[in-house]
DNA sequence: ATCATGCTTAGCCATACGGCTTAGTAACAC
DNA sequence: GTGTTACTAAGCCGTATGGCTAAGCATGAT
C-alpha cells in the first residue's frame, strides 16, 4: 500500500467508524469525561478508549488527565485537511468542466455553421 | 458496531485508503478506464478492480462497460454528504462557542458575584 | 486502611482489508 | 480459428480492526 498522507488516511479513516462519529459529534458539543462518552454507545471502556485512541491519534480530539478523569475535547481545525482535499477534488472536476466549455466555444468560434 | 448512517461510513472508509484517493483525483480531471487507472499504482488488476468497487460502492465513481473496455467516471456531487457532515460539526461547535460568549456576557452585565 | 471509581493494560476472538496468484470469459485483431 | 487484450472470478495470506474479558493501578471517599 501506499505510504503517503498518512494524516488523510488517519483522518478519514477515524470518520469511517458511526462510533467514532457520533462521539466527535458529542464533543463538538462539549467536552466529556471518558465514562461519559461511553455511556450512551453500549461499549464496553476499553472499547471507547481504543476509538478514543483512534480519534486523538488523527488528530481529532485532544485530552488530559485531571486527577483519575481524562476529559476529551473537540480540536476545532482538524477536520479542514479533509475538507480541503476534498475542496481540491472537486476544483479538479470544475476546472475539467471549464477546459470543456472552453473547448465546445472554440469550436463555435471557428466552425459557426458546420455543425 | 452501529448499524446507522452506512453512507457516511462507506464513504470515509474509500476516502481512507491512499491508492482510492489518489485514483479518485485522476479521475476528477477525467474519466478513465480500468487499465489507465491501474497503470501509475505498480498494483495488480484485480486489487485495483477491489478498490474501484469500494469507490463505486461509495457512490464517488461511475463505470460502464463498452465492448470489453470499461470506463470510470468521478460522480461529483458524491463528497456532498462528507462536506456536510463536517460541516455540522463545525456548527456544533461554534454553536456551543456562541453560547459560552452568551454566558461570559451574562456574567459580565450581572456584575460577577454570583451565577 | 479500606473500598469504590475511573481509567489502563494485556490479550483473546472473529471478521474485514489490502495485497497477491491463478484461472477464467468477452471482445477485438489477424 | 488463433491469439491478444481487458477485465472478472475465486481464493489464499498476513495484518488490522472492532469487539470482548480479566486483571492492574491510581486517585478520591469513608
Sequence with gaps: MAKHDPDLSALFHALSDPTRRAML???AAGPLTVTELAAPTGLRLPTVLKHLGVLEAAGLIASA??????????VPGALAPARDWMEAQRSLWEARLDRL?????QLMKEGGHDQ
Tied chains: 1, 2.
Design 65 to 74: 488527565k485531571d486527577g483519575r478523569i481524562r476529559t476529551c475535547a473537540f
Design 101 to 105: 466549455e472552453a473547448y465546445v466555444m
Design 25 to 27: 459529534a458529542r464533543l
